[in-house]
């Protein structure tokens, strides 16, 4: 069995499937073989990762893998990504679309909060790690998302928002392992992204994701456009002009990466 790790925040726009896809990407150049597994009906990192879909010819997707409710089903929904790189075959995707909301909406049924956890037993033992990009929401998708993890990480803005939200999310890990019938369930860390050091109140929060987080805090991706340009454009960072730096940086986010979290 890969080792799952959820990527999440109970907030919007805190970096988590940038994280979710430039630590994919990382991993990989190190020679990992990774999944993305795209829990959020927006499907952002779906696309960055330069998925398509022909209409005519639907893919399966995450969605269709907990609807089944059966064990093991994820392993057809595994899809190569769309980037040119000679890592990308080490990074499989089961991709997401807006559908995956109507999973939400079964939340009530029996056993709905185990069906993701169900649907990859025996599914991704032929990948060292599972990134799961939750949805900023600690809601039924998050959930089952954590249900099925061995670990949480999270991301945050290094704003006020984000942060009291990251910790929303690491409280929530923290009390409902037991309830997600996955008591061993555990909080690694967290990245701070989208830092600039001109603003002041980013100054402050970085100094206070330190206090809250302590040896928690992986590092700091700072802000630069070309890793929203990069998403933008569903590239890898590698293919993008001066990335020197910020390749860098998640290079040692994977480092720590593969430290914290031991393939089986
Ligand atoms: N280091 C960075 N510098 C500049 N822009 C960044 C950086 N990291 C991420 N971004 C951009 O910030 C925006 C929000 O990031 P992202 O979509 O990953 O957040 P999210 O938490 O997944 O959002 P959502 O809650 O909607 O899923 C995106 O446009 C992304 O490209
Ligand atoms: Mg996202």
Redesign the pocket.
């Known amino acids: 069995m890969a080792k799952r790790v959820a990527i999440g925040?109970n907030k919007?726009?805190?970096?988590?499937?940038?994280?979710a896809v430039r630590l994919a990407e990382a991993l990989a150049k190190r020679g990992q073989r990774v999944g993305v597994l795209d829990l959020?009906p927006?499907g952002?990192a779906s696309r960055r990762l330069g998925w398509t879909e022909d209409p005519d010819s639907p893919s399966l997707t995450t969605s269709e893998a907990i609807e089944a409710n059966a064990e093991g089903v994820a392993a057809q929904v595994w899809q190569p990504i769309g980037w040119q790189a000679e890592y990308a075959d080490r990074i499989t995707l089961m991709p997401a679309r807006y559908t995956l909301e109507d999973r939400a909406t079964e939340a009530g049924q029996r056993g709905a909060w185990r069906r993701l956890a169900k649907a990859l037993r025996g599914a991704d033992d032929h990948l060292d790690y599972v990134l799961i990009d939750c949805?900023?929401s600690l809601g039924h998708l998050t959930q089952m998302g954590l249900a099925a993890a061995h670990f949480a990480l999270a991301?945050t803005e290094p704003e006020y928002d984000s942060v009291e939200a990251a910790v929303r999310y690491r409280d929530f890990v923290a009390a409902s392992g037991e309830d997600l019938g996955n008591p061993d369930l555990r909080f690694i860390g967290i990245v701070v992204?989208?830092y600039d050091m001109r603003v002041g109140a980013h100054v402050g929060q970085l100094g206070g994701v330190r206090e809250l987080f302590g040896d928690s805090l992986w590092g700091v991706?700072?802000?630069?456009?070309l890793?929203?340009n990069a998403?933008?454009y569903a590239e890898p960072l590698s293919q993008m002009a001066d990335s020197h730096e910020v390749r860098a940086v998640f290079e040692l986010l994977a480092e720590r990466f593969e430290k914290e979290v031991s393939p089986a």
């Open positions: 925040n919007g726009g805190a970096k988590k499937s940038t994280t959020d927006q952002n949805p900023p991301s992204s989208g991706v700072p802000r630069r456009a890793v929203a998403d933008e």
